[in-house]
Every structure is written in structure tokens, then in C-alpha cells.
């Protein structure tokens, strides 16, 4: 650039200038600087505090004796293809400027790191730079070197030295004896021995398992801006460390390194963690030199979780001694010897740094009579995702984190800091328990999420049923079901209840058997469902539009031998079974039978069954106490009591429909009774509404989507329930909208209903929370290992409290993998959902573990991919689905569903293409009228994957003659579209890469119209002419066919012919 | 030719005129949007394979010649990405012939360098990867950081990446079912593209472009964006930016009518 060759001025003539090749240590400073251009991550900078004024041209003499003194501060860089070389500059040709800056920030260290944080070129130009600060608390005087020339011990040498200069500048004293040139130091190359540590040391690292269980992994294009805190530990943590040093038989420092592993293995970097390190290199003899003499040594810790903490530290101990004898290999030569992640730009061996600085004081002194200190400045800038110095002197332990926050959020670096600090302070006291039992949380981890947890509170009745009798006794003739024109009273439900009981009795029926029940929503459901309770007997929930051999399967898994159904029903059961109708329930009674209440409410309510994503069904044991649990919950989370209703809209089968039918059984309210259209049309769901005045509405956000555009109008007032999958944002905005109260709520079959909820009120932010654990419950988010994680630290979550079912029916593998025991919280449930904890106290869920994938070296999150897609404004639903095997040929495939408008597939992709990395990119788009759903109203992945595999057979499939049989070459070609994009709604218009197709794609295509008809393609045609319509016709006007001319050329004004080669 | 033609300005627009698999907008996008009376001859790259030991020289007389050999003056030189660097070389050669110096408008213009091969060689990787399996994906990305590190200049590491690419690739791409010829094209048009970037690298544009119109792009990665910024001020006469990913550059209608402005001047 011209301005930086004017800048640097020539070299005298006669003097010839050595340029000289840079180190690789040296190189890699450039290279980070070519990969994220701009960025000032190499600067390095340091301040002096000064009281008064200072005198102007002595500070520029006094700067220009150090760059008399020091050559390497002269040393200059030059950037060329793939080479750095450097040479140093003469005294007389390197500028000292001392630059005024002037205080435009709010605090003088924004505006030290404002002029420090302006990167340096390599392009020949100085790579120092200082500036003069003046201010009421006196003057700053700061200077930002390159790391090339200088690193942090050079700062101390500089600042003595300069200080002195300053003081014989301003009295006029001599030079002391001894001032001349310091020749650079030159390092020596690394010892053989040292290599083959390192290769030893390192052998097998795969740096893909560093990344933390918060923040991000990285993002596409890093700025590598950086953030810090400092923080004093406190007195007791000094005490602590100083106790573990006498106790563990270690240095000051090997305790906080091992401290500052453990706590990167409790956050996701373990086992196998490696920490990077800063080691000062200069050799005996040249401690003063000035220049870039330090070494990054890559300290590797294998964190045993079995191991006893004392173990540890000493295997710590170990580590850093050892690799501090091999500190002579710079980092940058040992990178090459490990695997990369894929498409990683920076090859890092580590992304967590540990800078420990004994006797660490930024000293005060005396310049020129004035009182001066030294201050330090940030660049803004962070190599790393997260470095910890800790800075330690007297009694004084002081903790100064640098953090990207493009990583790492600061809630997540302070909670991070919390934990060292209780970690620290355990150290000695847990010295000889495993590692995986040491705890590693902070005082703000226990206290939100044990407030979350202390859910504690009675539930009163204690069943349903009991409730149930409760309101028979005091309100008999209060309705307690509507259904249509129909209305039944407490007394009629619980009359035509005991008729089922006798029913069941005479056939044999004892407590503690399964009785399956097949009937559609509706008062006789609800009197077989409390009869078979009055019974003693457990009810399991048939579906009757469910495929007869699922229905099947689950009577004869779970050994029903009687089934409530209607007679028309009978056929469909399979034989050896007693089908039973239960009788109409009837509108008004007069008898009360009481007396045959209480029955058992202790053990199991229902059975009920669950396809889980692959294998089987499981049925799931859920107990009266858990039911009544969530039952009485809502009750009151919903203010709901007698005379209130409760819209009964979902499929039974599915066991929320539970609550729907519960709770105002529970209250004395009300549960009216929608048929399923209601679940499809959004009018009919309003008209129901209306009608019947209903307060509580529930249904999941797959339902809500279809109906909100008829049904919303008659929310406002209303107390609306949706949970069950994933709840967009747009959605959530959408129903709050409505003037509806939202209440966003979670939970698996396995923990009864729902297990977490929460209100959603205002504008939502960019994800939602699921609210906080509901009474008697208690939420842990827990790592592989079954450790507690803290506030934000994402893992498993578990459920454990009233909720949790008794296990799954006859699988007693299963049952124990699933549902295990908490030493404090007792039995609970892995539900298999990946989620974090909030620091207000609510969860995050951050989607099925089972929906992030690895397709060809990329960790994908397909909810990210939907979530993506649902952000462009005509897309309504998306759900991203992945076909074939992810470490050979898969491919992401993409369902939407239209908002109403059109949709074009064209724009989807433009979106994704542009927001979403490219191996995120789904490669085809399928618009569909709306997605499958599954028997509980989410969205059906099953069926869509098979879907999608269906569409790829069909295609292969040989192809019905169809209208483009007269245009043989159309019809070829829209084949040849068909079998590669394996699907079957090719037409004419299909534009190959839009679909599904990619280069790879298109060169086959290629391959296989040349092979099959000895046309040649070349493929850069085929990206102009992506269509079948226009393919064909390029072909035939090359074959000199002139009828059929080019389709859909642009027109244009200009004469444009961009292929007219100037060659 | 149309006698339209004739009165048409005439411009060059030097880009690599890259075919297979592009996403980002080309000159075939920006073209037909513009108002102006302009033909606009666009750089050809030569066929794959044929640019094997290609100078920036060599580059410039292939296409300079068809100037030299017609009476048109040359009114405007557009750049694209690293093709601003040839049309600084080509707009220099045009003034020395024709004595006048034509428009240089520069669309992101940048200078090659070590990292931005590599960047082409990830993608390119990507576009075959549905052929690769795992471990030729880790083996390919490995050489291709091997070769950055241990590259001492572009035209090496050109040779290095494109070696690597036809190395892994040509396997996997026979095993996808691929002929020779169709292995030729999706490969060779990426080494073809390397030498292209690693050529122009030949070239110092530093006493041109300062007389150039800039056009930017936002992204952070493309053209004048990498520069620092008391760089950037002198990079060129004048610098125009959008707020559009470099992808889009070309296809804008606001970028249309700004060239049109500047077409007028």
C-alpha cells in the first residue's frame, strides 16, 4: 500500500540491509494475523500512571535511547505470499513520535485500550508505538509493542530502563556506564530430547474434546475480541491453597493448576485436558533481553475421575515439572503432529490457558521525583476461549480471566470464577475423595438452583379419585362434564363410574390389574377411567384410531385381559380378550352410592405407552401420589376451581390429555369435551370456546400452529397450556399475542405430565426457558458421568420428585438405565433432553441429545437448522431430518410448512446459505401442505425420515410414461433429474441445485446423460441451465436445433455477452 | 456484431469466471442491471489443465490480445475479488496503448495471500465431500493445513493444495462414478483457480489501485475489509460500501445503479 511504503523510509544509501527469514514461532503470530485480519490479538501493551506533567521532548529522547539500546524494538516485518522475513531498522530511520491522545472514552482504560488495540501491518513499518495520556490524576504514558519483537517480561525491562532515561533526560545526568546496543537474543533451536517428549507427551490428543459443556464451540468468523474480569479470591481461599501446599506436597502453583483442570473437567474439557502455559525462556545470562522469548508449553493432564484429589495433584506435579525441562519447543512446532478438527482454521492444540505470576505486584516507584505506578492495559483482544492468571503476592491471590466473549458469555466466566474459588477452598478438606465426587459449585450455583428445587408443599386430596369423591359428596349436582348438548353431573359421573366398577368385578377384575380402555373422549371415558380406579385396577389408554398392530401390541404386552370398548370395537382387539361396553352415562341420578370410596390411592393409576424414537414401545407405570402431583399443581398454578372448565381436546392415548380430564375432576370444574377436528380447525376450536366459556386450553405447539389464524381471537383472558416439543419463539410471540396467559411447560411421560412450566409473558427473548420445576419436583442437570452440573453448564436433564413413574411395564433393562437414585433427591429419570440451568432459576432446553449429529466431521444441532429456516417470515414449521448414514452419504433434508403465502424454496435455501455454515446447508428443500404428526401432536421425525426414504425408492422406480414422452430429450433428462435428486416430483422447471443437487451431484448427472446418450455436458452448462427445459434447450441449440432457443434469458438493455473471451 | 455494438462502451471485467458450483454473484449478475450502453468483455479462464506453469504475464497477453487486436478503447476495467489485482495489471497495459486510462472500478478488491488459498481449498473439499468418507476427510484437511504451514510461497502452495485435492479426490470421485473427463473438470477447475489466485500474487497493484473506485461488500473476510484502517484510507481513490455479504455484491440493484452513477462520470 502506498501509505505504508511512504511511511517507512528508504535505507541510506551504501547500506546494504539483511532481511532475514522469520522463525515458524514468529510466523505463526502472522498467521493468526492472516486469518482473522484486522485484529490487534498480538499486541502487547503496557501504561505507567505519572504524577504532574511531563516533560515532552525528554520522554522522546528517553524513548529514543531505548531504541538505541534495544535493536529488537527496531525490528521490522515484512508480510510476503507465505514468508515473513524481518530486518531491524537503523536508530535514524525508525520514527519516535509520541502521539497526544485525548480522553474520549469513559474510563482512561478504554482509552489506553483504544490507542493500544490498532493493529500493526507487517508491511516494513514500525511495530512500536507510544502515546501520552495527559490527565487531572496525571499523565499516562503507554506503549504497545508487537509480540513479535517484545512479550510481557520485556515490559518490566522497558519500563526500568525507560524510567531511568526519563530521569537523566530531565536532570541532565549521564548515561550510566554499560548503556550501549543489547544485542537481540537469539533462541536456540529446540533440543531433539525436548521434540520427542513432546511427541510422546501428545500422542493420541484429539483437541476436538476440549469444548465446554456452556458457551459456544466456535463460530464461522472469529474477531477474537476479548473481554476480562479481575478478582481478588478471598483471605480464607490464600489459606486454603497454602494448607493443600503443605498437605498435597506441591508448589503454589501446581495446586492452582490442578484446581483450574479439575474445574475445565467439570465443564466439559476433560479427561483428557490440556492446558496451555506461558513459560519465560530466556536463558541464564540474558534475562534482560528484550524480544519474543516465551513458550506456550501445552501441559496435558489426564483427569482420572476415580483418582483421589491428592492423586491428582500430584500427577499435576508431575506434568508441569516435566514439561517445564522441555519448554524449548515453541508450541507452533509440535500443532502439526495432531489431528485437526475439520475445516478448523487455527490449529489449536489448546484453547484454555493458565498464566500463573508469582510475587506478582505492579511495583510503585519514583521518576524524576514524581510518583509513578504501572498500569495494565488490554488489548481487547483474546487468543484464547478462556485464560486464567492468577497473580499471586504476600497474602494476596488475585485472579485476572481474558475471555472471547463470542465463546463465552460473562455470566458463564464469573460463575466459572465462583467455582475455582470453592474448589480452592475444598481442595484440602476433600483431598482423598474421587475426583468425580468433588463438588464444583459456586455459592450462586447451589443457591439458585436449590431455591429452584425446594418445591416441597402438600398435596391435598391426595389422589384424584379422593378429590373426585370429595365433590360427588359436597356439589353432586355441579356439572363435571360437557360434552356437545350434554352435561354430566358429579353424581352421574360417579354413579355410572361404580356401574363400571360392578362390571369389571363380575369379570374377575382384582386390584392391581390392567384394564385397557378404548373409548373416544367423553363422560362414559371418563366414568371407565374412575371406575377402574374404584376397582383398584390400573387404566391403559387405547387409542382406537391407532394401526391395529400397535393397539395389539400394547394389550398383549401389558397382559389386559379385559378391555372398556364399545362393541364395534370388539373385532379389532384380537382374540382371548373381554371386551366390555361401558353403559351410556346418564344425565341425571338419584341414588348416591359413597360407600364403596376409598379405594387404594397409593399405587399405580394408568399404563401408558410411548414409542420413544426407535425399537419398540414402552409402557410407563405412572402412580396415583405422581398423578394427584401434577394434578394439584395446576390446579393452583392455574387458579382454577369449581365452575371453572378445562377444554378436553387431546387424544387420550397421549398423557397429558390426563390433566385435561384431572384437573377440573380435581377443582370441581368443568371439563368440556372437543372433538378431534377441534385439533385441525381453529373456527370449530373458537366456537367451543366460546360456547362453553372455557378458561384452560392445552395442546402442543404442532396444534397450536394449525389453529392459532382461526382460534386466536378468543384467547385473550385465557389461560393457555403448550408444551410436548419444541415451542418456537415466533409461535410463543404469536399466543402472547392473543392477550392469552402463556404457560410454557415440559416434562416426559416418565416424570407424569409435565415436570417443569413456566409463564411467558412480554416479548420473548431469542430461546425460551421451560420455567422451573412444579411442586415436589426436583430438576438436575447432570453430565455423562451422573455429576450435578451447575448454572448454565449444559447436560442431561433428570427429573426426580412425586412425578416420577414406578418404571417401564415387564422392562426391567430399561427401567434401570433410565431410573436411577439420587442420594439426596431418590429416584429419578434421565429424560434423554439436553438443557442447562438459567441463573433467574429456569431451564433451558436445548433439544433431544438425539438430534445433534456428526455428518462428515461437523457437529450438527438440527434444531438449530429449524430454527434458522423458521426465521424467514413465510416458513410456518420447519423439521430438518437426516437421511442416510452420517459418516457416509446422508443428507440434510428440510420439511416446511408454508405461513399461508408462497413459499419460495429459492429464498429458504438463499436464507440458509447465507446464515447457517455450509456443511449446515440442508441439501433439499420439501415445501409440505403440513408436517406429520404422531399420535401425541408432535411433529412425526419417524415419518418424515421415512418419507423422505420412500421418495428417494419411488424415484427409482421405473417411471410411468408422462406428458413429456413426446420430448424424448425432456424426458430423459427430467429422469436423470429424478434418480439424482431421488425424488419424484421433478418437472421441466426443477431447478437441479435448488433441490437437492450439488457439483457433485451435477457432474454426475453429466456422467450418467453421456453415458446413456453420448451428449456432452460440460458442467459449467449446467449451472447456467439448471432446468431440465433449459438443459434441453442449450442442447439442442449446440446441436444447431435453432426452434428451440435458450429459455429464460435475461433481457436486457445492455449488449452483454459474458463469454465473449478476450482471448 | 450488432451496429449497436459499435457506439457501445467497451469494458473488461476481470473475475474468474468460475462455473462450477458458484454460489457468489458474478458479472453475469451485475451486467444485465446496469442502464448503461456498455459491452462488457469478461475474462476467460483457460481451459483446466492448460494453465499449468501460467505466469500473471501469460494471463494478461491471453487476454489482452483480442483488445490489441480490435480498434475499440477500452473505457472502463471492472475487478472482482482477487481479479481487481489483473484489471489494475490490465488498465496499466490498456493506458500504455490507447493513451488514455480507462474507469477502474474495483468490486472487493483484494490481494492474495496464504490463508484465502487455503479458505478455497476448505470449500472445495466441501463440495466433494459427500464422496469422502471420514477418514479421507480428516486426511484431506490435514494436508491442507500441512501445506499452509510448510508452503514457502503461493505458487507452492497452490501446487501443494491442488496435488492434495486430486490426490483424495480422484479416488472418491471415480469410486462416486465418475469418468476421467468429468473427475478433470470438478478438479482441475479448482487447480485451475488456485494458479489463477497464486499468478496474481506476481502482480503489484499498490500504484493503481489508488486510483480506483472501490466497491465494498460487508463481509468482514473480502476486499478492503481486511485491511487495517489508515491502510484502508489510501487503498484507493474512493470506497463505496454496502451493507451486503460479498456473496451478493454483484447481484444488487443498489450496487447497479451505483455503478451506472459512476458509468456516468
Redesign the interface.
Known sequence: ?????ERLPSPAPGISREHTTASAKEEALW?LE??V??CAANNVPFALQIAGELHIPALERALSALLRRYPVLRTVYR?????LTKTTLEPDEFPVEIERLHSSHPSVEADLTAFVA????L?GSPLLRAGLLPREDGAYFCVAVHHLNFDVASATIFIEDFAAAYENEVTGSPSPPGDGPVDPLVEAEPRPESLSFWHEQLAGFDPDGSDLWCGVSEIP?P?LLGEQITYRLSPAVKKSVQRAQKDLRSPEAVILLAAYCLLLDGHGAGPDVVVGSPVNVRPQGAERAIGYHVNFIPLRVRVDRAMSVRDLVLRTRDVFFNSLLHADVPVDALT?AL??S????R?MLFRHVFNYLPDFELPEFVIADRPARTLMVENGYSKFDIEFFVMSSGEDLRVRIVYRPEILGRSDVELMLERYEALLLSLTAEADRPVREIPLWGERDRTVIETANRTAAQVLPASVLEAFHGHVEASPDAVAIEDGERTVTYRGLWESACAVTDMLRENRVDPGDVVAVAVKRSPELAASVLGIWLAGATYLPIDPDHPAQRVSYQLSDSGTRVVLAGTEMAGHLGDGLTVLPPDPVAGETAARRLGDFPADSTGRAYLIYTSGSTGRPKGTLVTHPGLANAVAHFTEELGVGSGDSMLWLTTFAFDISGLELFVPLFSGGRAVVAPDEARVNGGLLHDLIERHDVQVIQATPTTWRIVLGDGAGILRGRKVLCGGETLPVTLAQQLVATGCDLHHVYGPTESTIWSTSGTVTGRPGARLDVGRPIRNTQIMVMDPDGRELPLGVSGELCVAGHGVAEGYHNRTELTADRFRDHAVHGRYYRTGDTARWRTDGTLELLGRSDRQIKL??NRIELGEIEATLLQHPEVKAAAVIVLGDP???A?LIAFVEAAGGSLSVDDLWEQA??SLS??MVPQEFVVVDALPTNANEKVDYPALTAMAAERGTETRAPREPGSHESDELLATLITLWSGLLEREDVTADTNFFTSGG???????L??RL??GTGI?V????L??NPTPRNLAAWIRAANGDQEAAPVGT?????????????? | M?S??EK?ELA??SDF?A?????VG???DL??R???????????T?PAGTEIGMTADDYLD??????RASDHVVHTVFGFCVGSVFAAAMAEQVTARQGSAPRLILFDPER????LLH?HY??A??????????TE??AA??AG??A??E????T??ATRLSAALLDIGDPA?RR????E???T??LGTFGSFLNYL?AS?EIDP??IW?TATAISSAT??NGL???????R???VAREIRFDL?H?DLLRSVDVAKTVDELLRT
Open positions: 500500500m502506498p501509505s505504508s511504503r498467521l492472516t486469518l485480519p484486522g508480510a510476503h505470499d507465505t514468508r490498532r493493529p500493526f501491518s508491511d468468523q474477531t502439526r489431528p485437526r475439520a475445516f478448523a482454521r490449529a462428515r466431521g459418516s457416509a452419504d443428507k446459505r447465507t455450509r456443511s450439488d457439483s457433485l451431484r451435477g457432474a454426475l453429466g456422467q453421456e453415458d456432452y460440460p458442467l459449467a452448462e449451472f447456467e435475461p433481457a436486457t438493455s445492455a449488449e452483454h455477452d459474458p463469454r465473449t473471451p478476450i482471448s | 450488432h449497436q455494438v457501445a473488461i471485467a469466471f462455473t462450477t458450483g458458484r454460489t458474478a458479472f453475469t451486467v444485465p446496469l442502464e448503461a450502453n456498455l459491452t462488457v468483455w469478461e475474462t476467460l483457460p491471453r487476454w489482452l490480445a483480442d483488445v492474495p495471500h496464504a490463508a479458505r476448505g470449500d473439499l466441501q463440495i466433494i465431500s459427500m464422496a469422502l468418507s471420514d476427510m480428516k484437511t490435514h493445513e500441512a499452509l504451514e508452503c514457502s510461497d503461493l507452492g502452495l470421485l462416486a462414478g465418475l469418468g473427463q468429468r473427475r473438470e470438478l497464486a500474487a499498490g500504484d489508488p468482514p473476510r475489509n481486511v485491511l487495517p484502517p489508515e491502510q484510507a489510501d487503498a455479504q456473496a
